[in-house]
Structures are given as structure tokens and as C-alpha cells.
């Protein structure tokens, strides 16, 4: 199994310019979720999906952020415009199931640099 | 809101001796928690899982215990090595039906050789 699969690794952007993150789950896990991890604020949940089907949105920061999910092997985090806030480095992870017994599987993530 | 704190935020020990890393949450209405480690540039790794009905689990040298209680959690590391050099993240999975998870900012821990 390949694992949870991001792209691009890094991403280096000017202020104002879209950026556009992606994400491929595990074969036969349901559940996504995208976190972003700061220095200041470590790890935070962004949103996540059950079924294809936005369920928690409620850490997105701001309308610039958006995330969809449009087949179950396939997820995207869009800015549009980005700021130099935004830098961090955005995880995405996946799990089957809601068992409380299930852990989630992190991607590699992206490091994203807003200049 | 659930809030995590890890304690300490670093440690730097001999290899070989055995440590404890602390983890506390404020609400104790969770699902379970879990020990992630973190290598630099890296995703995070799914150590162990403690479900709300349990009270540890082992994995090797790892131990994690969990007092739901008193909101805290303990990893031990016994006969620390060098490869265990790495950040130690604790995340709780709340309850309400929520499945996201709640992280501190972990402890980055370095076994001098």
C-alpha cells in the first residue's frame, strides 16, 4: 500500500496567488482530514470527510480556504488569495471506519511558503 | 473546547535511560487517545492508541497509559535509543461524535549516543 499521497511536497508562492493542495487517501478508507501544523499553534484540524461528504469545516480560517472532495480517491485544499500567514505545513491523513479503535494514516504533507 | 498540553516541550537524555513523556487534556469525555511520533520533515506514525475503556498498551518499549478521569496520559520509553530521537505528539479524539482529533504541540526528544 502506497500510504496517504500528497502533492505537491513543497510549494513556494507569492502573496495573492491561489495555491491548491492535494490529497489521495488510502485505498478503502472513508474518512479524510486536513490538518496544518505551525510552530505557534502546532497541529489543527482544517476540516474533515466522511463518504466524500464535508462533515466538519469548522477549523477552516477564513473563506479563503476551501476543500472538496469530489471521488473517494481524491481531496483538494484551495487558498485563494494566500497570505504570508498561511505558511505551515498541511497534512492530510485518512482512516476506515468510526471505530474508536481506528488511527488515522498522516501523509507526508506539504510545505507551503506564502512570500 | 478540548485543549492538550505535553510536558516537557523538550528533552534531551543519555541513551539507555528510561523516560516519561506527559500528556493532559481538559475534557475528559473522549473517544480515545493516541501517541503519534514525528520525524523531521515527516508525517506522523500511529504508535499506540488507548481507547476510553482501556487503561494502557504496550508496544515494545513503549507503554502509554491513560487516566480518563483525571485527564492525563503518560508514553514510557524504557532503554532509550538513539533512533528514538523524534517529536512525541499526543492527540485525543473527543467525544459529541466528532472524529478529528485534538493535538498538543508535543515533546522533541533527543537520546544522546
Known amino acids: 500500500d502506497a500510504g496517504v499521497i500528497q502533492s505537491p511536497r513543497h510549494e513556494v508562492t507569492e502573496m495573492g496567488q491561489e495555491v491548491t493542495l492535494r490529497c489521495k487517501p488510502i485505498?478503502?478508507?472513508?474518512?479524510l482530514f486536513w490538518y496544518r501544523q505551525t510552530m505557534m499553534r502546532g497541529l489543527e484540524l482544517l476540516i474533515y470527510?466522511?463518504?466524500?461528504?464535508?462533515?466538519?469545516d469548522s477549523g477552516m480560517p477564513e473563506d479563503r480556504f476551501s476543500a472538496k472532495m469530489p471521488n473517494a480517491s481524491f481531496s483538494t485544499l484551495k487558498i485563494q488569495p494566500s497570505e504570508p500567514r498561511d505558511s505551515a505545513v498541511y497534512f492530510c491523513?485518512?482512516?476506515?471506519?468510526?471505530?474508536?479503535?481506528?488511527?488515522?494514516?498522516f501523509g507526508p504533507g506539504t510545505r507551503l511558503l506564502v512570500l | 473546547k478540548q485543549e492538550v498540553t505535553q510536558i516537557p516541550a523538550a528533552l534531551s537524555v543519555p541513551e539507555g535511560e528510561n523516560l516519561v513523556l506527559n500528556c493532559s487534556f481538559t475534557?475528559?469525555?473522549?473517544?480515545?487517545l493516541q501517541w503519534f511520533r514525528q520525524d523531521p520533515g515527516k508525517g506522523l506514525t500511529s504508535l499506540l492508541l488507548?481507547?476510553?475503556?482501556?487503561r494502557e498498551q504496550t508496544s515494545g518499549r513503549l507503554n502509554a497509559s491513560l487516566d480518563k478521569s483525571s485527564g492525563r496520559s503518560t508514553l514510557y520509553i524504557a532503554a532509550s535509543q538513539p533512533g528514538d530521537s523524534a517529536t512525541y505528539l499526543c492527540?485525543?479524539?473527543?467525544?459529541?461524535?466528532?472524529?478529528?482529533?485534538?493535538f498538543g504541540k508535543g515533546t522533541h526528544l533527543i537520546i544522546q549516543p
Open positions: 491523513a485518512s482512516k476506515t471506519g468510526t471505530s474508536v479503535a481506528e488511527t488515522q494514516y
Open positions: 485505498s478503502g478508507h472513508n474518512s
Open positions: 470527510f466522511n463518504n466524500n461528504v464535508p462533515i466538519d
Open positions: 475534557d475528559s469525555a473522549i473517544y480515545n
Open positions: 488507548i481507547q476510553s475503556s482501556q
Open positions: 492527540a485525543v479524539r473527543s467525544g459529541g461524535g466528532a472524529d478529528g482529533l485534538t
